[in-house]
Every structure is written in C-alpha cells, then in structure tokens.
C-alpha cells in the first residue's frame, strides 16, 4: 500500500510557473509508474503525464507536450510535476498517482491503484 500527498498548488499568475509534488509513503517507490492527472469544474478527469518507475520512460498528454515536464526522486520517494507559462486553462486540481503498468494503461485513470487527496491550481489572468 503507498499513500501519496501532494503539494505545491496555490494561485498563480497567467504566465507563471509552479512545481507541484507528491510524496509517497513505503519503501516500494522506484517499483511505481508515476502519473498526474488533472480535473476542472464540470470536466472529466484528464491525463496530464506519467514516467516510469526509475524514470527510463516519460509520457505527455499531447496537449500538455511543452509546458509540462514530469519527474521523480527515488531516493526522496517523490514524483514532480514542473507547469510553466501557466494558463487560465490549467486551473483545476492536480491528482498524483501510483500503477504497476507502463504503457497504454499509465495514460488511463484506471492504470492506477494508488491517489492522492489532490492540490488545487487556480491560475488568474
């Protein structure tokens, strides 16, 4: 069982950059595919990036290809997700979590077992 924490959310100005983290519990971290998704009021949750357990591989939702950069730190048990030139459209809350599957599956909410509480980012113009 992991528990996942995430931080680093805030208000942010359009333009902007923020870093947000998600601490893991357990000694099983680096065995993990790591993976952000993202909500909006009244929009389906959405895959915004994954890397792999000791972070051989990464993968980006098409539309998050630039922006954002996804990253981790065995050895602190924690995955990053970096947003910069953040836009009106990126306010929603930021949800971290844990799968065992790489691939088709690590871009799909149901490829994880394992979920943070989630960190609010709301960006003003």
């Known amino acids: 069982q992991v528990q996942l924490v995430e931080s680093g959310g805030g208000l942010v100005q359009a333009g902007g950059s923020l870093t947000l983290s998600c601490a893991a519990s357990g000694r099983t971290f680096s065995m993990y595919v790591m993976g952000w998704f993202r909500q909006a009021p009244g929009k389906e949750r959405e895959f915004v990036a994954a890397v792999s357990g000791r972070s051989m591989y990464t993968d980006y939702a098409d539309s998050m290809k630039g922006r954002f950069t996804i990253s981790r730190d065995n050895a602190k048990n924690t995955a990053y997700l970096q947003v910069k030139s953040l836009k009106s459209e990126d306010t929603a809350v930021y949800y971290c979590?844990?799968?065992?599957?790489?691939?088709?599956?690590?871009?799909?909410?149901?490829?994880?077992?394992?979920w943070g509480q989630g960190t609010q980012v709301t960006v003003s113009s």
């Open positions: 979590a844990a799968g065992t599957s790489w691939g088709v599956y690590s871009k799909l909410a149901r490829g994880y077992n394992h």
